[in-house]
């Protein structure tokens, strides 16, 4: 077992199954939520990205970012008129952290209600996504120039979302498959597109739930 394998397992990265295709460079993925097209650059893709950035560089220099910083660190955002969209955004990244978790992860990993309030307070991604909030406030509230890079952003933001779907009904579907594969997200996606989604759901539990006649042939 080399380094990335060894690293691999330690932190539960899934790569299993796909190793006996690393040598086979031209074997071709079905289609998938990832766009990959041929397995062997995709493996090498993916351990670059999880294993080698985000575990052994990004969580380790965030965390040294954050003690570098200290008591300097701005964890709170005044509440004066021109701080108006930072705490829009403060607020919506919270909220949206607490939803990811109680309404994605919790069923997508099975997780008991009860402990969703436990885990959301030490699970590691949520403490990252927490700590590189801090560093952006802390970089904004403290250089003007970033600051209007982010009053601008939130506004284009604002506009672009009013522009997609104002007097719209939003219908978001989560991707909750363990296989990357799966197409039942691929095929819902696109008829939700065209139609209203639960109207699918029922149709399709109603389809599922009668069994099919047999015909005659004449």
């Not at 933001?157 to 579907?173: P, R």
């Not at 209203?196 to 599922?208: G, P, Q, R, S």
Request: overall charge positive.
């Amino acid at each position: 077992m080399n380094f990335t394998e060894w690293l691999n397992r330690l932190l539960g990265v899934r790569t299993a199954g796909m190793k006996r295709h690393l040598k086979k460079p031209n074997y071709k993925m079905p289609p998938n939520i990832y766009e990959g097209r041929m397995l062997h650059d995709y493996v090498r893709k993916f351990e670059r990205i999880h294993t080698t950035f985000k575990y052994l560089y990004l969580y380790p220099l965030v965390g040294i970012a954050t003690k570098i910083l200290g008591k300097h660190m701005d964890k709170k955002i005044p509440k004066r008129w021109y701080n108006k969209n930072l705490i829009i955004l403060d607020k919506a990244i919270d909220k949206s952290v607490y939803e990811w978790y109680s309404r994605y992860l919790m069923h997508v990993d099975k997780m008991p209600p009860a402990e969703v309030k436990a885990r959301l307070e030490s699970d590691r991604s949520v403490k990252l996504i927490k700590s590189l909030k801090y560093l952006m406030f802390t970089i904004v509230l403290n250089d003007t120039a970033y600051r209007e890079l982010v009053n601008i952003m939130c506004h284009n933001i604002a506009h672009g979302m009013m522009k997609e779907y104002k007097g719209k009904t939003v219908n978001h579907l989560f991707y909750s498959e363990k296989s990357i594969y799966s197409t039942v997200y691929l095929n819902h996606g696109q008829q939700l597109i065209n139609q209203d989604y639960t109207k699918v759901i029922k149709k399709e539990a109603k389809d599922n739930g009668k069994p099919k006649r047999k015909t005659k042939s004449k």
